[in-house]
Each structure stands twice: as C-alpha cells, then as structure tokens.
C-alpha cells in the first residue's frame, strides 16, 4: 500500500484565497483524522471521520475551515478565505479503528503558506 | 494549562548517549500512552505504545509510564545519529481520539 497520499505538498497563497487540501486514506481505514502541525502549538487535531461521517469537530479552528469526506478514499480540508495565521504543516492520517491501541498512519502534510 | 505537557527541545547528545524524553499530563482517564517520531519534513509514525502504566522495551527503546505521577518517559540507549527526530508523545482514554504533546526535538551528532 501507498500509505496516505496528501496533496499539494506545498501550497503558497495570498491571504483571502480558498485554499484546498486532499487526503487519500489507506484503504480499509475506517478512521480518518486532519490534524494541523505549528511550532507554538504542536499537533493539534481539527476534525476526524468514522466511515465518511465527521464525528468530532471541535477543533476547527473557525467557520472559515471546512472538511468532507465524501467517499471512503477521499477526504478535503478547505480553508475559505485563508489568513496568514493559518499557515501551517497540515496532516491528514488514518486508522482501523479509534481505540488506544490502533495506530495512527499519517500522510507527508501540506505545508501551507498564506502570505 | 494543556493536557499534555512536553519540553520542546531542542535536545543535543552525543552519539552513544543515553536520552530521557518526558511528557508530563493532567487526566487521569488517559490508559493508552504513544511515542510518535517525525523526521524532518515527513509525517508522524508510531514508535512504541504502552497499555497503563509499566515498561515496555523494544530494541534500544524503553517506554516507561507512571500513572501515580503522570509521567511518561521514553529512554533511548545507544543512541544514533539516524534517531535525531522530534519525539511526540500521546495518550488517548481508550476509545478516544488521541491527544498530543507539542514535541522533544532530538539531536544526535557523531
């Protein structure tokens, strides 16, 4: 298997642009998780789907960022219209099952760039 | 304050030292207890994970919890320029998504 595939890899865009990231999960994953990576804050996780459905986001940040997942293989996070304080490594990662002890795989991030 | 708490580093050894990386935390339901390693530029992936509390050793790596105090460590022996890494540790109640400390940036040079 490839393992996650996120793309773009880098994305550098002007701040009030939409901005849109996409993630292919493992397949058989029921799990998938979008998490953002900044230096101050670490990993923080924005949102997370079982079997397409978003479970649990509390922590999207803002009305400006949305996330879907309308197939098993395929999942976006948009950021409409972007700020530069949303600039960040953006992880998309998946798993099995949500259990403590179910591995978390995670794709390369997008390192995004909002000028 | 953040359920989880972790020095950011950076940590600089020489090679064959021994590392102590630590994460202390403030919920006590947390019964699953993770260490991720990012190299640069790439994803997380899981390291080591530990049910409650005690040790658990895999190769060079020992992960220790202590939940009385919690407090987790993750000793690395023998360490290598190629474990220079940040070092992430989680913890997750059981069923629940996972909670992660900010990161150790490690360094090892020859």
């Known amino acids: 298997d490839a393992g996650v595939i996120q793309s773009p890899r ?19 994953h029921d799990y998938l998780f979008w998490y953002r990576q900044t230096m101050m804050r670490g990993l923080e996780l924005l949102i997370y789907f079982n079997n397409n459905v978003p479970i649990d986001d509390s922590g999207m940040p803002e009305d400006r960022f949305s996330a879907k997942m309308p197939n098993a293989s395929f ?30 795989y995670f794709g390369p991030g997008t390192r995004l760039l909002v000028l | 304050q953040k359920e989880v708490e972790q020095d950011p580093g950076p940590l600089s050894v020489p090679e064959g030292a021994i590392v102590s990386l630590n994460c202390t935390y403030s919920n006590s339901a947390f019964q699953y207890f993770m260490w991720y390693r990012q190299y640069s530029r790439k994803g997380p992936e899981l390291l080591m994970y530990t049910y409650s509390s005690g040790n658990k050793e895999d190769g060079r790596f020992t992960a220790q919890v202590d939940k009385s105090s919690k407090y987790i460590s993750l000793f690395i022996r023998d360490s290598q320029p190629s474990d220079s890494a940040t070092y992430l540790c989680a913890m997750s109640p059981n069923t629940d998504k996972l909670i992660f400390g900010t990161g150790t940036r490690l360094q090892v040079f020859p």
């Open chain 1, 10 to 28: 880098h994305e550098v865009t002007e701040m009030g642009q939409e901005v849109t990231l996409r993630c292919k999960p493992i397949s058989g």
């Open chain 1, 75 to 104: 999942s976006t996070l948009k950021i409409q219209p972007s700020e530069p304080r949303d600039s960040a490594v953006y992880f998309c990662a998946s798993s099995l099952g949500l259990a403590g002890d179910e591995t978390q």
